[in-house]
């Protein structure tokens, strides 16, 4: 029995390194593809270095850093479940687990992007890239919450607090690159 509690000490160490690990690399790739996506803008003598560049710092990240710790993630909650069997009766593993099925999605979605742009194929703009940006992060607010709260879910004004918050700060990423763009259009006018 001290085994498997050790395990299970072990599984869950390893999972949460694996999905903080995961989650670095998914946010920071897809602004990759945003600087990626930009270098249109940029004068034409120096967008062919700046998008070879970031086909290699997409490419490392994601071979290197964030699917490796997608696996991580993974295989370690398996073991998790192996543990605890029982989880896999309750409503709120089954929300988790198709909250993870639908980051794999994503995952999947940007290695589909990463080559995209690196055949020169990508129609996505760099504004559909900011709004995909914050996907993950509201599926890591409610993982985070399914995880601590399990089947007492809270529906009360804390919830809807971080529901807000997390809509807050997606949107004022939008603005701030908004603002941005027609601060540098208003520029190259003058």
Not at 3 to 29: D, M, Q, S
Not at 71 to 99: D, F, I, N, R
Not at 101 to 126: I, K, N, T
Not at 132 to 146: C, D, G, I, S
């Amino acid at each position: 029995m001290a085994l498997t509690a050790e395990a299970y000490l072990w599984f869950k160490t390893l999972h949460i390194v694996g999905v903080v690990v995961w989650f670095a690399g998914l946010f920071y790739l897809v602004r990759l593809f945003i600087y990626h996506v930009e270098v249109e803008e940029l004068d034409a003598a120096v967008q062919g270095p700046f998008r070879d560049q970031y086909a290699l710092m997409e490419r490392r990240l994601a071979n290197i850093i964030t699917t490796p710790g997608m696996a991580v993630a993974v295989s370690m909650a398996v073991g998790l479940l192996v543990c605890q069997p029982g989880w896999l009766q309750q409503g709120w593993m089954h929300v988790k687990l198709a909250l993870v099925a639908g980051l794999l999605a994503y995952h999947w979605l940007c290695y589909r992007l990463m080559g995209q742009l690196q055949r020169g194929e990508c129609q996505w703009s760099g504004r559909q890239l900011r709004a995909l940006n914050e996907l993950p992060t509201l599926m890591l607010v409610l993982v985070v919450m399914l995880v601590v709260f399990k089947n007492q879910f809270p529906t009360g004004a804390a919830t809807w607090f971080m529901v807000a918050l997390v809509v807050f700060m997606a949107g004022s990423i939008q603005f701030y690159a908004r603002w941005r763009r027609l601060r540098r259009e208003a520029a190259a006018g003058t």
